[in-house]
């Protein structure tokens, strides 16, 4: 008997009716819980801020811990993915050194590059809502060796800073 034909019972307008209801108990869930997972980073700069956020692992050394355990206030783990948080900005998505290479170009040379400058592209990838450390000097180096901005002589401006 399925859902629809109980429900008919327990409206129908007629006195009692008497039905044997087989009932069935179920001693697994029907439907499987999918594994919960923690964030797995392979990268260098993320991996002792997720174990301090996910489990509170700090390192021996005292002064890296004390570093760590500031550094961390600064992030947060949605999804499985770890976020930087700002003030007057949304969060955010921490990456990788190979997708912040990937990013970077993309954002400097790519579809909306305007080799425009190291400053340029650090803006961008904020605005577009990522995040990894190195970001300002990954900049400066992609335009110091991107062929366009020695062209437009962008990389002779940075090169002089140094």
């Known amino acids: 008997m399925g859902a629809d034909e109980v429900l008919k019972l327990a409206l129908s307008e007629e006195g009692e009716i008497s039905m044997d209801l087989a009932m069935?108990?179920?001693?697994?869930p029907?439907?499987?819980?999918?594994?919960t997972?923690?964030?797995?980073?392979t990268n260098r700069w993320m991996t002792p801020i997720i174990s301090f956020l996910q489990d509170g692992h700090l390192p021996q050394n005292t002064e890296e811990a004390k570093k760590i355990r500031k550094r961390a206030t600064r992030f947060t783990i949605l999804n499985d993915t770890l976020y930087k948080r700002g003030f007057s900005m949304p969060y955010l998505k921490c990456v990788d050194e190979e997708e912040a290479r990937y990013i970077l170009e993309e954002?400097?040379?790519?579809?909306?590059?305007?080799?425009?400058?190291?400053?340029?592209?650090v803006n961008k990838v904020i605005r577009t809502g990522y995040f990894w450390p190195t970001m300002q000097v990954d900049a400066v180096e992609l335009v110091k060796?991107?062929?366009?901005?020695?062209h437009t002589g962008m990389s002779s401006v940075f090169q002089q800073r140094d």
Request: charged content about 25%.
């Open 145 to 150: 060796k991107c062929d366009k901005c020695q």
């Open 24 to 28: 069935e108990i179920q001693k697994h």
């Open 37 to 41: 997972f923690t964030v797995q980073s």
């Open 30 to 35: 029907s439907i499987e819980e999918a594994p």
């Open 107 to 121: 954002i400097h040379g790519g579809i909306c590059g305007d080799h425009g400058g190291p400053r340029s592209p």
